[in-house]
């Protein structure tokens, strides 16, 4: 608990050597700091002072809140935004299983580099070659159906992203495959740096698996877990469309059963021709975003005060 | 730390939303009519078209290549689109002022909308009138208050259907050529597994192709499209609304493959080669290729079985793809040239011998076709009807047309239910776009 309670006594507690030089020290990140802070301002913060222009605006003249009521209006965006919050019930899904993943890994004793490889391999992959696999893979007539058939599981061979009751559903798992190879590197990566006191004491004792693992490695992974929780939600909110768009050939469908929020900011800048509405659909993407960002911070600074060596 | 925290979450939520969205200042260039430049001129030329007129590629290569010849110093670059990234691509490159000199353009809206919306300048203001006279269906589709945006480059007969003899006759069937045939059809066909018409959907497009080839049965002319768009009409009128209930029809009749949702169009259209389907829907530069594949013996090509009683029930529709001249173009009076040359008689002549398609110019000898499926094509597109899709705002299209075309497909809605949607985003429509009315009624005018 000091690395950062250290760090803080440097930065205020008064220099024998004098307080000039006191001072000097506590600019002493700026410098540093300075030149990528610029970049990144001028980069993302002229772009963000564009956007919430562009936001307020229909044709270069300002109509206020005009183009926000459209959008919150629009009911293929609440269609879209539903599907986001939807697809945020996956991350319990993704923590429960990266977990579960890592756990195994970290018991399995032979060929642990190849469990790990297998399973971070999806991960590693370009989204648009999932896609453009998944796609084929998983039409009517595609190799899974063709499988389950022959296996005489006729009645599992669904319509997987042909189906608007099913394409979600196929989508969130699809994904869940693909993203869950990186919680599962993360939480092990961490519980091999635990100390094994604890868990060879529990064992002594008689500890079986799970409640070793239940009573013990969990509760001391909870900041890294919480970590990646947030960073999975903010995929969900706005990292999924080259997902939707490979799967759906840019539509969100069938009918507009996987349309999101970025595929609509997509469709109204580029297709639509509609640059203002899909300002005002961003910046209220932007807006929901903050909230798990926020969050993501929160865990960080959470972290640097010493919650990872809990 | 609060605020620091708040502030690093502003720039990241920044990173991750908005790069995609920025766009350029710079200020259009005003078309010149200056002379012929005879320093070293480069033109880029997007476009599309080698996936439904299969052979475009060579005679984009021979065109620039002879153009060449006749102006050492021009250089035309071309880059070929893919279906989906069409618009899109355009979209992004002139918010940025900055990509093509020469444009491809679908018909019609796709023509009109880059023009309202001053992305590209009128052909019209570097091509002779009297030449323009010749283009197939620029005047029907392209022209905007006097103006013509853009130039037809070759013309889609649309969309025909083509029926394979050898299959129907199979199950002791002919070529349905009216609705109740067709469904008569689907009901035997169905019943032994094999299916009757080929289509993929998944993408999309074919729900625009099915509006316009099922529901311009019921209008009377592109105008009571244009009315409904403008509000003088609904799309849940009787003449607009029909169609959907057509197209129900051949759902419940189990005319489709039943992957219609998981595939492409152009993927379906491969079963009807194979044998699987006894008919589908082609595009009409690629018919004949179609034709080809299967042999001239076995198909019919036709219309859409006839169901209507409109003045273009049982017609094909006519449209042309086009070139555009982009309003940041440094040398549209060059780009127009190259556009003037490409109609030239030797140009019209290897368009036809390289895709067996026919160019959009009426000065092409249609009388010199020797091939029956291609000259009964070529001849139906001069008097051919509307071509719907392309008298609806694009919007309309892939957010109505398409999805309850889906939809409707896998029978999940119903034909009155599409009909009812299509109206209420066509509404829709006419709020978050405020030029559209305004636009669409000049156009009409």
Redesign the interface.
Known sequence: MTSAATTAYHATAPDPSGAARGRRRSFGPWPWILPAGIGILFVFGYSLVDLLQQSFKYRGTWVGLDNFRLVVTDPLFQTAIFHNALLLFTVPILVALALLFAILLFETRRGMRFYQSAVFLPYLLPIPVVGVVFGQLLQLNGALNLGLRALGLQSFALDWLGDPNQALVTMSAIIIWKEVGFGTILILARLISLPTELLEAAQIDGAGFFKKHLKITTPQLRSVILFYAINEAIVMVSWVFNYVYVMTNGQGGPGDATMVSELYIYRSAFQNQAPELAAAAAVLLLISTLFFIIGFFKVQSRSQSGIFDE | ?KRR??A????????????????AGATAVTPSKATFPTGPVKLVMWWWGEQEAPGAKLWLADTIKAYKVKHPNVTIQTVLQTT?GL??AF??AA?AKKGPDLQYFWGGIYAQ?PGW?GQIAAVSDYIPAKELAHYINASTEESFQGKIWTAPWYVNPSFPVVARKDVLSKYGLSVPMTWKELLNACDVLSAKGVTTLAGG????WFGGWLYSIIGAQSVTSSKDVVAAVVGKQKFTDPIHAAWWTRLQETQSHGCWN???????LYQAQQLWVSGKAAMTVVAGPDTPNFVAKVGASKVVVMPMPKWGTGAFAGKLGTTSQTIGITKWSKYPQVAADFITFSHQTAQLNNWFAKTGSMPADDRFNIAGVKDPVKKALFTSVLSGGPYLENFIP??LD??AV???A??VL?G??TGAQAAANMQSVME?LR?????LVKNFTAWAK
């Open positions: 730390m925290g708040i690093g979450a502003i720039i990241c939520a920044s990173a991750i939303l908005i790069t995609s969205l920025t766009s989906d618009v899109p979209a992004a918010a909308q919306d959907i998944k993408d999309g039943k992957d219609i949702n998981s595939l492409q694009a919007q892939t957010d398409f999805t309850n889906q939809l896998k999940t809605r829709r709020m978050t776009d405020r030029n």
